[in-house]
Structure formats: C-alpha cells, structure tokens
C-alpha cells in the first residue's frame, strides 16, 4: 500500500536500544566471601564446610552461564532462521486481492450472505484525520505506542499471565503488530507466526516513523465487512468523512477493530460496542488526552448509524455464525480468503419462522404492548440449529433489531422449573410426591419475608408434583427447588450447558420462579436433553468450512452427545410436559401447547413483572423455544402470558414444520415406589388405630373383641415432617423442627387442615389397662362331673366362680352352640337338652365380667334318653303377616313374626328375601338364640319398589332344617 503525501521521516524515541551495563558472576563485588565474625577461630569441620558451598556454588553459576549462553545460541540460531523466511516490510504497499466468503443454508444451494472479498478503502493524510480519533485508538490499542520499539515485553508478560492463570484471553499486540498481523502476515495461529510478527514489528519500526505507522494502521487495519481503515468505515457507518466525526463518533471507531463481527453497529452486539465506547472515552481522561467534561458530552451524544443495506437471508443466524467464525479464524481469513461455509440452517424451516413471527408479532404488540418476538429451533439428536429468528424485523431499529435476542439473558420465569424438578427427581422424589400448595413465608428473616403467590393468587392444599408442574404452580415450585437444593439445581443447568448461571451467590429460593437470567438459545438446548432422554449434543450452526480450493477445514462429525442425566429422570419430566390432562385445570383441554394427537411436551413461562413471556416446547426430534417482549425491557400489558403471547408462535411453526412427518412417542417412565407415603403421592393423612372402649387405650392381644373399635385420627403436616430433605428416602426425621423451613411451611399447613374441619387429632399411645390376664374370673364346675352319663332331658350344671370385677354372666354352650346365658347369681343352669341326639356332647362355660374379661372351663357328658323323653321335631311359619301383602317404604322397618314348635330345640332363625327373577335370597336378619315358641325380627331398610318373596329357616340343635311357606308381598315406594 502506497503511502500517501509523507514528506519526511520522524524517529521516534528508541531508548529501549540503549547499551545497558553488563555484570558478570566472576566481578569482584559479586564474589562471596565465607569470612565470619571469628572465622579465624573457626573449627576444621566449619572451614571444609564453607569450601565445599563456595565450590557449588561456583558450579551451579557455571551451570546457569552456560545455559544463558546456551539458550541465548538457540535464540540467535532462531533468530536468524526465521529472519531468512521473514516477508519483507514494504508488503505493506503490496495487497493482494480479496475472495468473497459465501454462508450457505444446509443443503448448499442457497445463499445466505456473502462477505464481500473487495475492500472498500479510502486513504487518508494522518493530518486530515482529528486528533481525538488518532487519541481513542491509542488510548484503546496502544497507549504507548510512541515509546515502545515495536512489542512491549511487558504487555506480552501481562498477556500471558492473564491468558494462564485466568484462563481469560488477552490482548498484548501493539499497533505495529496488528499492522503486521493484518497486512502480512497470514492469520494462522502459532509460536513461530507470533515471533515472526515480532521481528517484522521491530523491522517496521526501523523502516518508519511513528506517525507513518499510525497513518498505514488507520489506513489499513479492518473496522468490519467490506470497510478497510477509518475513511471507508466512517462513511459506512456514520455516511460521512472521518474529519467529520465527532468525539462520540470516533471512540466508536476506535472500538471496533479488536472485533468488528462482535462489535458491529448492524450485529446483535450494540450494546456492547456503546460499553467499548464509553470505556474508551474514560480512557482518554485518564490518560489526558480529554476533559471529563468532554467526555461526559460524548456519552450522552446519540449516535445515529447509517442504515445495513446488505442483501442478507435469515440475518441473526448469519450474525451468529460470522461471528463464530471470526472468534475462531479472525476477521481476515473470513473477509478474504473465499471459504464456504455450509451451516446447519434450515431454509425452508427459517422462512416458516419469519412468517409466523411476522404474522403474529403485530397482534401481541397492538394488544399487550409486546413489540418483538424471537425463536429457535434445534435438531436434540444433533445440536444443530435448524432456525434462527433473533428479532421480530433485524431492519427495524425502532424495536432494536438487530439485537438476537436468542442470544440475550433474560429471565425465564417458569419455564425454569422443569430443571428443578428434573433435580428434584435425581434427589429421590417422584412424579406423585406431594407438596401443599399453601402461601408460605419462606424467609428466615422476619425483617425481609418472602411469600410467593400463584398466579390466579389461589391455593390448592395437598398436590403431587405432576399436577403442581404441569399447572405451573409457584409455591411448590419454591418448595421443590429448596428440597432439590439449590446447589443441586446449579449443578444440573451447568450440566446442561448454561452459562449465564455461574455465579453462584446470585441465587436464593427464587431462581426456579425465573430469578436467574438465560439465554433462549442455551434454555433450548437445555430442553434437548429431556427430548434426547439425558444425552446434550452442543449447540451447531456449522456443518462444514471449505477453503477456495474446496478443501475441508472443519466438518461437523455426529456423536452420541453427553449423557447429563439418568434417561428415567428425563422420561418422568417428559410424562409431565406431555399431560395435557394434569394441565387442564390450568390451561383447560384446548390450549396452544398442544399438536392433535402428536404427543408434545412444553413448558410456559413469565415474568412477574410482564418483561419476558417464554414457551419451550419439543418432540423426540425438534425442540423449539420462543421469547415475547420488548427489547428495551419495558413492560407488556397484565395478561402478556407466556400461554397467551409466545405460545401461539410455538404452536404455529410446529404444527406447520411437523406437518405430515411420523408421529412419535415419549417412551414412559417407571415411577419408583419409595415406601413413604409423601414420596408416593397418598395424601391421606388417616391413621386407623384400634382402640379398647373399656379403656380407651390402645387395644392389646387381650382386648375382647367386642371391645375393640376402630378409630380414624388425621394429622395434617408438611412433607419436611416425614422426610429430610438432604436423604428424602432415609429414615423420617427425629426432629423435623431442626429444619429452618419445617416451621414455615408446617404453620400454612395445620391452618388449612382446620378451614377445611380436617382438626389434627392424636391417637393415644397407651395401652388398654383393663383387659388382663389377673382381672379375668376363676371358673370351677361342680356338676355334672366330667365324662358323666345324663339321662334327664333337664340339664343342671352348678358352678363356683369368682372375678376382681364381679361377674357379669354366664354362658352355657353345647358343642359350641350357645344353649342359655345367665345374668343371675348364682349363674347355674337348668336347661332342656331332649332335642340333643344321643351319645357324647361338649358342655363350655364361659363366665365373663362387665368388661368382657372372660374364662372357660369344658366338660364332655353322655347323654342317654329314651324315645319317650325325645321330641325333637321342629316347625315354623309366619303369624300376622298374610300373603300377597301390600305395602310402602311408610311401613318401613317391618315387623316379621314367627311362630316356632319346640322352639328350645332351635338354634337360630335366619329371615330371607328375593325379588321376582331372581335366584339369590338376601338376609333380612338372624335370630340366636331362640328361648321362646314366638319370635319377631324387624326389617330395617326398605328395598326398592318390586314384587318379592319372604320365608324364614330354623336351624336346630340336632342339625335339622326347618323352613316356613313363602309369603309374596309387593312393595310400592313414593318418592322414587
């Protein structure tokens, strides 16, 4: 490159070339002496000691001689090599000319951009360019550049130690390197490029003055695109010469050229490039190049950017991918050395993109006051970005458009909580786990209290975690991320490739509610991992780099991702997104989340504030994520939910993107049973004791059991009650209390359970005193001695008794049949036995106190009747009831009266039932025992209206069976 109207040369200072000094180790005043304070004196042993550390230490300085010469011999022999193959300075004049870069779409035939290989440059004088623009780039680039000799040794130490240590990267080139990096040298990344860019530096610097270097730096160095040195990036940026530039103007200048692609005016980046340009104005003060007040003025001066008028497809995307390149390539190589670039864009994905967005962005913007929207959409198998829409319009720079707001932090409101349930779920919890959802204070700190409300500010009491995810409710949300643990939750979205979430002290309780900024490109392709059952694939946009002869230099290669998560977990978050039934009762059955029967998981959120309304959703093969707001973070309309506004362009590009293509299928998950009722998803909190009514203790082994009741005691506590949150499927807690949460989550709880008359109650925990082996009564029988022959139809038994309580009654069986009871003192027993057959019987005595502390005592006897003693047949039949009776459900209960022969020979009376048709009788009721010829029953609950037939059975003693005639009646109930 000619330099222009340079009339003489300047020397710039050089001091860095003076002679120094040098010293040697074999200089007296660097000899060391082993001479002590009474070194005369000293010891043999202590002299031959100090002789053998002077003859190291005169080695070791050899040593170290011999290596500087050594190293110092390497360093010339280098030196002069690389010398030899050095370009020569006066490259600077010679350019070579530039290919054009094409981005393509994934199949190759479309093209997105092309960056334009033909520099547009205008050379300018240095004197026709403002002193604060040659001021800006050397406060920015290179403040002392008039006193180094070409490198600064020091810039490059700092550069390295930052680079090392910090694992950040840093700049240490001064102007005349980067001249030489960007006019002669190539662009390729390595030591022997590095020193040879040094050796041309100091060549250059010999060659020219100072102001000649910094005249061929803003003549040459790229400021972005197609735009070589300040003149051709003044008039693109701003339409006008470089000597027209304002202060403001110029600092922007001035920050581009450490990375234009990232910088640029046109990319999504501006916000950032008006940081680099404050930053530099503050530089200028503090270097005294201007006024604080000058550069107070620039700051607050709007600078209005001539308008992009480049012929760009899909432009967020290829913003994107220009500026991965340049990070990795530089801007050179990408600006001119012809390569091709196929992305993973795809086009026909892209334009449905633009148009959904186009066709509905209008609406939310004129009924919520939401001006943009953006979108993306990613292959999960692959991480390959298949659509790309940063902005509503990327030309409107009323709603910043250029900005990719895929690549912006904001907040994600709820659609965060699915990672803090996929965290909760690998701590031990389930699908079905209950939490109460109850307004809660969750702050420790009275001073400061905490107490997030759902947001129709209703409450649900006891709900599993599928319907509280689902429902999108905030105040298990908050439980769950505190069960989980935050550190647990933190651990989990950097597994899942968030970056926006590192600082650590930034977050409380509140990040699962959205409190945490992300981005929706990396938010999305977290959402891969649950579509992808637990394997990440990491974000692609390119799938292949040709250089201008068409060979490869980069070319994505597939793999099986990382597995970030157990495949069950991602299954049980996938159950959930995809249950449009556990949603319904929020969303109803008719919502934007869903695609007819293709089964598709998704997940809304928004901010409290209205600032950013999300919907993330996916199937086995394509997760798409959608932001609505306003780029300036002003807020949308009340209402602008993430359901209402982002949904309706998730579910429009799916629908139309999906199409016709094969159905798929979330495989199911396999809930684990843990054993623990919470964990499990019963919220029945009843515990069902038995209880001895005597006592009202608990019943023992010796509790009668007409003595034992069942009694229900419900106790309603929070789920920190029964489990710990740091081990959910361990032991319960001893001492729930010692949990700071327990007590502010346990108060909501026992307040509910006595709105809703559920009052708390506690079972007792002692056991029934009464019922015992010593309080139960002494049993002796008198007669009939055992194994004796009766031979009276009257059977007398005697018997001596006696009992702590007193006795209560008697009870006679024969062969297990109740025969008598008597309520009497003495409690003897004279009962007629004839209907009993002939031969050996089992007498049982059962004497009980009022308690039913009960003995018994058994004999056998013979008995031996003659025929004339037996008269043994029974009958039965219905008295005051006649046949083919009409009645209602007035007459009801119903009096059935019997009339019984040798009625002492019966055992028991059984009353049945059927209607017309049918073959089974009912039980109306069963008599036992039998002491009198007449009996009576009532029949309590009244059938339905039909006809129906009656009878009644006696059993005897003997076994015999007697059965009464059947009796129709017809039953005509009212009412029905």
């Known amino acids: 490159m000619p330099i222009p109207q340079i009339s003489h040369k300047t020397k710039s200072p050089q001091g860095w070339r003076n002679k120094k000094k040098k010293y040697y180790l074999s200089r007296p005043e660097y000899k060391t002496h082993q001479l002590g304070r009474n070194s005369g004196n000293s010891k043999s042993v202590k002299a031959g000691s100090a002789k053998i550390k002077s003859r190291l230490f005169q080695l070791a300085s050899r040593f170290i001689i011999g290596l500087i010469v ?33 981005i393509l779409d994934r199949t190759g035939e479309n093209i997105l951009y092309e960056i334009y290989g033909a520099e547009k440059r205008t050379l300018v004088n240095l004197n026709e360019i403002p002193q604060y623009l040659k ?243 990613i292959d999960p198998k692959t991480g390959q970005i298949l659509a790309m829409v940063g902005s509503r319009d990327y030309f409107n720079d009323e709603i910043d458009g250029q900005v990719n707001v895929t690549l912006q932090s904001r907040q994600p409101g709820s659609s965060f909580k699915p990672i803090v349930y996929t965290a909760a779920f690998i701590k031990g919890y389930t699908p079905n786990t209950a939490l109460y959802d109850l307004v809660t204070n969750f702050s420790t700190d009275p001073a400061k209290p905490y107490e997030p409300h759902n947001y129709d500010n209703q409450e649900r009491g006891p709900v599993t975690i599928r319907k509280a995810l689902a429902g999108s409710l905030n105040i298990p949300a908050v439980k769950a991320i505190y069960l989980a643990g935050i550190n647990n939750v933190l651990n989990l979205a950097d597994e899942l490739g968030y970056t926006t979430l590192k600082d650590r002290s930034r977050f409380g309780l509140s990040l699962v509610l959205g409190g945490g900024e992300v981005k929706l490109i990396e938010h999305a392709n977290a959402y891969c991992a649950f579509a992808r059952e637990g394997r990440l694939q990491p974000i692609a946009a390119i799938l292949k780099i040709e250089d201008k002869n068409g060979k490869i230099i980069e070319e994505f290669k597939e793999s099986g991702g990382k597995k970030v998560l157990d495949a069950n977990f991602a299954r049980m978050t996938n159950s959930i997104l995809s249950d449009n039934g556990a949603r319904a009762y929020v969303f109803g059955e008719s919502n934007w989340l869903t695609l007819g029967s293709r089964p598709v998981a998704a997940k809304t959120g928004t901010t409290n504030d209205y600032r950013d309304a999300w919907t993330i959703g996916y199937t086995p093969s394509i997760v798409t994520g959608v932001w609505v707001g306003n780029n300036d973070n002003t807020e949308m309309k009340r209402g602008a939910d993430g359901s209402v506004v982002a949904a309706p362009i998730w579910h429009e590009f799916m629908k139309r993107v999906l199409g016709d293509t094969p159905i798929e299928y979330f495989k199911e998950p396999e809930i684990p049973k843990t054993g623990k009722p919470i964990l499990d998803g019963d919220t029945n909190f009843e515990t069902t004791v038995k209880i001895d009514r005597a006592s009202g203790f608990l019943a023992t082994e010796y509790t009668p059991e007409n003595f034992i009741e069942e009694k229900k005691y419900r106790k309603d506590h929070c789920i920190l009650y029964y489990i710990d949150k740091n081990d959910p499927l361990g032991e319960q807690p001893k001492n729930p209390a010692d949990d700071p949460q327990f007590a502010l989550w346990e108060k909501p709880v026992l307040a509910w359970a006595e709105k809703q008359g559920l009052a708390s109650s506690t079972p007792p925990t002692e056991y029934d005193n009464l019922h015992k082996p010593e309080n139960r009564p002494t049993v002796e029988i008198i007669q009939p001695a055992n194994n004796q022959t009766i031979t009276d139809p009257i059977l007398l038994a005697d018997i001596k008794i006696s009992a702590p309580r007193g006795i209560n009654r008697a009870e006679y069986y024969i062969d297990d049949n109740l025969l008598a009871a008597n309520y009497s003192y003495p409690f003897n027993l004279a009962k007629e036995i004839n209907f009993l057959n002939n031969g050996f019987h089992q007498l049982k005595i059962k004497v009980c106190d009022d308690i039913d502390n009960c003995s018994i005592e058994t004999m056998e006897f013979n008995l031996n009747l003659s025929e004339a003693q037996k008269n043994n047949e029974i009958s039965i039949s219905f008295i005051e009831l006649s046949d083919g009776l009409a009645t209602t459900n007035f007459d009801f209960p119903l009096t059935l009266k019997v009339d019984i022969k040798n009625a002492r020979q019966v055992a028991k009376i059984t009353f049945y039932y059927s209607a017309e048709g049918e073959k089974d009788a009912k039980t109306i009721a069963v008599l036992q025992p039998v002491e009198n010829s007449q009996a009576a029953v009532r029949w309590q609950q009244c059938p339905p209206s039909n006809t129906y037939k009656l009878y009644a059975e006696a059993r005897g003693w003997n076994g015999q069976v007697a059965k009464s005639d059947e009796i129709t009646i017809t039953i005509n109930n009212t009412g029905e």
Do not use: C
Not at 306 to 319: G, L, W
């Open 135 to 377: 001021d800006a780039t050397i406060a920015i680039e290179d403040k002392d550049f008039y006193k180094h000799g070409g490198f600064s040794i020091w810039a490059m130490f700092r550069t390295t130690v930052t680079n090392v240590l910090r694992g950040q990267k840093a700049g240490g080139s001064t102007l005349t390197q980067q001249l030489i990096k960007n006019a002669v040298l190539s662009s390729e990344k390595t030591y022997t490029r590095k020193i040879k860019e040094l050796l041309l530096s100091y060549k250059v610097e010999k060659k020219f003055s100072k102001d000649e270097i910094l005249q061929m730096y803003l003549n040459e160095i790229p400021y972005g695109s197609t735009a070589y040195g300040v003149e051709a990036a003044s008039r693109r940026y701003f339409g006008k010469s470089a000597r027209d530039t304002s202060l403001a103007e110029a600092a922007v200048l001035a920050a581009l050229p450490q990375a234009p692609t990232r910088y640029s005016p046109y990319g999504p980046n501006k916000d950032l490039l008006m940081e680099r340009q404050k930053y530099i104005l503050d530089l200028m003060v503090e270097q005294g190049r201007i006024s604080q007040e000058e550069a107070e003025a620039a700051k607050k001066q709007e600078i209005k950017f001539k308008e992009q008028t480049d012929n760009i497809t899909a432009p967020h995307f290829v913003m994107y991918v220009k500026e991965l390149l340049a990070e990795k390539y530089g801007e050179a190589m990408i600006e001119q050395e012809g390569l091709k670039i196929y992305t993973t864009l795809d086009l026909y994905k892209q334009k449905i993109a633009e148009e959904v967005i186009a066709e509905i962005a209008p609406k939310n913007q004129e009924k919520y006051n939401a001006s943009n929207a953006a979108l993306i959409s």
């Open 70 to 102: 050594f190293s110092g011999l390497v360093g010339l022999v280098t030196f002069i090599w690389l010398s030899r193959g050095l370009p020569n300075p006066s490259r600077l004049i010679d350019r070579q000319i530039a290919q054009s870069t094409k």
